[in-house]
Nanobody, 119 residues
Framework: QLQASGGGLVQAGGSLRLSCAAFGSIFRINNMGWYRQAPGKQRELVAGISSGGSTNYADSVKGRFTLSSDNAKSTVSLRLNSLKPEDTAVYYC???????????????WGQGTQVTVSS
């Protein structure tokens, strides 16, 4: 249901873009965004965006990361600027999606994509 792309290896101060596309039998999307998990740490929310366009960010990425959405294409993109070594993690796309024929929303996860920032 969710296909993530992007990520890679970049030097500190560099930029990357992550994209996530929702596909399949989608009736409505409540929100989408990205979590990340660094080695030995818990998964944490990086950024999320609601269907109305409201965004929220982890304090650690505010001012550096920007999340945008294309509702017509059911995609979200995360622009990562001014990357730091501590941003190194596996990034996971998520979405709260209501499939056709179902009364409820379900949480879906994309495959993780590695972001590595070298110092």
């Amino acid at each position: 249901q969710l296909q993530a792309s992007g990520g890679g290896l970049v030097q500190a101060g560099g930029s990357l873009r992550l994209s996530c596309a929702a596909f399949g039998s989608i009736f409505r999307i409540n929100n989408m965004g990205w979590y990340r998990q660094a080695p030995g740490k818990q998964r944490e929310l990086v950024a999320g965006i609601s269907s109305g366009g409201s965004t929220n960010y982890a304090d650690s990425v505010k001012g550096r990361f920007t999340l945008s959405s294309d509702n017509a294409k059911s995609t979200v993109s995360l622009r990562l600027n001014s990357l730091k070594p501590e941003d190194t993690a596996v990034y996971y796309c998520y979405g709260k999606i209501q499939p056709f024929g179902f009364p409820s929303f379900f949480e879906y996860w994309g495959q993780g994509t590695q972001v590595t920032v070298s110092s």
